[in-house]
């Protein structure tokens, strides 16, 4: 039984500049001041209409946040089955650490095997409502797989542009979906250039990362997710595999959006940005005091997913870190393969490196007494180590 029709969304705004866009019509981003755009929804009027219990009893999937998403009509809330996935208390993980209350967010068994699937079902729901039906994306790799499987689903095009040496896994599902893949020379700016090029000429709608408003609203249903596991509480620690930053400003986002509905009170994790020692803009910019990242020369890492030189949300990204009194921790991929293996066997979850990364930024921040050992710690495992197997 779909969720009814909702409206909610009362306008995009940009958080830099405070201009206001129509969200009933098909945006992108702040053109002055190449910011991305945020949804407002009419909170007030939510908390009338929606309560926790009446939310629990829906069938399980991102889509149950209806009133908090940007879809209006149910017809056009495309579904792989996404979302609500397993917060996993991590028990002897944790003890390696001398940590009882460590967890991680398994977000493997998303559609295409990584929560770039929350992030894209909503653009793609939302574009396809106002009208596209031909997507552009350029990726790192788990974008395109999920791009080209909603396009699919939702019985549109898609066109992907992706680094040449991408994981094997990412070229054969777009591939499989149906998806016009092109492979760059290049890394994944390299691959947005293109990309952009070829938007503008053929008028393809392009959802890079935060160039649209709405995967970082689909992103956002992981903090929700938390904060109903931990009975509308939230953990101290949060521990986040960073590239573009949807999910880290989406998780800020929807703490916002539920205190409003007086549903959690003003008490944050500390967010915690991990990138990977061979492309780490954030954790740059963050020590250094810096507003912007600064594109980070010859990229590389096995995390694919966190290879991106400057992302678009730099901004957005370095407040979440400095208003919720976080950090930002680079670890090497000899230290990501480890961390891989001791989940693997501890835990029983194969990680995606990226997921793996949290887990040996997380060994830094103890030794270092950043995180005490009373403390409730979730890492997010982004997506299943299958995917990157060469
Ligand atoms: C894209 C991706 C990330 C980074 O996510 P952002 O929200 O862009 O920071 C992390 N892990 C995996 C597996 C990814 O595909
Ligand atoms: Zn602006």
Same mark, same amino acid.
């Given at each position: 039984?779909? $969720?009814?029709?909702?409206?909610?969304?009362?306008?995009?705004l940009?958080?830099?500049?405070?201009?206001?866009?129509?969200? %009933?019509?098909?945006?992108?981003?702040?053109?002055?001041?190449?910011?991305?755009?945020? !949804?407002?929804?009419?909170?007030?009027?939510?908390?009338? &209409?929606?309560?926790?219990?009446?939310?629990?009893?829906?069938?399980?999937g991102?889509? =149950?946040?209806?009133?908090?998403?940007?879809?209006?009509?149910?017809?056009?809330? /495309? &579904?792989?089955?996404?979302?609500?996935?397993?917060?996993?208390?991590?028990? =002897?993980?944790?003890?390696?650490?001398?940590? &009882?209350?460590?967890? $991680?967010?398994?977000?493997? #068994?998303?559609?295409?095997?990584? /929560?770039?699937?929350?992030?894209?079902?909503?653009?793609?729901?939302?574009?396809?409502?106002?009208? $596209?039906?031909?997507?552009?994306?350029?990726?790192?790799?788990?974008?395109?797989g999920?791009?080209?499987?909603?396009?699919?689903?939702?019985?549109? +095009?898609?066109? +992907?542009?992706?680094?040449?040496?991408t994981?094997?896994? %990412?070229?054969?599902?777009?591939?499989?979906?149906?998806?016009?893949?092109?492979? @760059?020379?290049?890394?994944?700016?390299?691959?947005?250039r293109?990309?952009?090029?070829?938007?503008?000429?053929?008028?393809?709608?392009?959802?890079?990362? /935060?160039?649209?408003?709405?995967?970082?609203?689909?992103?956002?249903?992981?903090?929700?997710?938390?904060?109903?596991? /931990?009975?509308?509480?939230?953990?101290?620690v949060?521990?986040?595999?960073?590239?573009?930053?949807?999910?880290?400003?989406?998780?800020?986002?929807?703490?916002?959006?539920?205190?409003?509905?007086?549903?959690?009170?003003?008490?944050?994790?500390?967010?915690?940005?991990?990138?990977?020692?061979?492309?780490?803009?954030?954790?740059?910019?963050?020590?250094?005091?810096?507003? =912007?990242?600064?594109?980070?020369? %010859?990229?590389?890492t +096995?995390?694919?997913?966190?290879?991106?030189?400057n992302?678009?949300?730099?901004?957005?990204?370095?407040s979440?870190?400095?208003?919720?009194?976080?950090?930002?921790?680079? @670890?090497?991929?000899?230290? +990501?393969?480890?961390?891989?293996?001791?989940?693997?066997?501890?835990?029983?979850?194969?990680c995606?490196?990226?997921?793996a990364?949290?887990?040996?930024?997380?060994?830094?921040?103890? #030794?270092?007494?950043?995180?005490?050992?009373?403390?409730?710690?979730?890492?997010? %495992? !982004?997506?299943t180590?299958?995917?990157?197997i060469?």
């Amino acid at each position: 039984m779909p $969720i009814h029709t909702t409206d909610y969304t009362q306008t995009l705004l940009c958080p830099v500049c405070g201009e206001q866009y129509d969200p %009933n019509q098909v945006q992108t981003y702040c053109k002055h001041c190449n910011s991305p755009l945020l !949804t407002r929804y009419d909170l007030p009027r939510v908390r009338q &209409s929606l309560t926790r219990e009446a939310l629990r009893a829906r069938p399980r999937g991102l889509w =149950r946040w209806a009133e908090l998403l940007p879809v209006h009509d149910p017809e056009y809330r /495309f &579904s792989l089955g996404e979302g609500d996935t397993p917060l996993l208390h991590s028990e =002897r993980l944790g003890a390696s650490l001398g940590l &009882s209350h460590l967890y $991680i967010k398994d977000e493997s #068994s998303n559609a295409t095997g990584t /929560f770039k699937a929350r992030g894209l079902v909503v653009a793609v729901s939302r574009a396809f409502e106002l009208g $596209i039906r031909e997507f552009v994306v350029p990726t790192a790799g788990n974008a395109g797989g999920a791009l080209a499987a909603y396009a699919a689903r939702a019985g549109a +095009i898609s066109h +992907i542009y992706m680094p040449a040496d991408t994981p094997v896994a %990412n070229q054969v599902e777009v591939k499989m979906a149906g998806a016009d893949l092109h492979l @760059v020379d290049g890394l994944i700016n390299d691959a947005g250039r293109q990309a952009a090029a070829d938007a503008a000429l053929h008028g393809w709608f392009d959802v890079s990362t /935060f160039k649209e408003p709405y995967r970082v609203e689909g992103k956002k249903t992981m903090g929700f997710e938390l904060a109903e596991a /931990f009975d509308w509480t939230l953990p101290d620690v949060i521990l986040y595999p960073t590239g573009g930053g949807t999910g880290l400003v989406g998780m800020c986002k929807a703490f916002d959006e539920l205190e409003a509905l007086g549903w959690i009170d003003s008490r944050r994790p500390r967010m915690v940005s991990v990138q990977a020692a061979g492309c780490a803009p954030v954790v740059k910019a963050f020590q250094s005091g810096a507003e =912007r990242t600064e594109l980070w020369p %010859n990229a590389a890492t +096995i995390a694919s997913g966190l290879r991106v030189p400057n992302p678009f949300a730099d901004r957005l990204i370095l407040s979440a870190l400095r208003e919720s009194q976080g950090t930002a921790v680079s @670890v090497t991929d000899e230290e +990501i393969l480890a961390a891989q293996r001791e989940i693997g066997a501890k835990e029983g979850i194969f990680c995606a490196p990226e997921g793996a990364a949290t887990f040996a930024a997380l060994r830094h921040l103890v #030794s270092s007494a950043w995180i005490k050992p009373d403390e409730t710690i979730v890492l997010f %495992n !982004t997506g299943t180590g299958l995917k990157y197997i060469q």
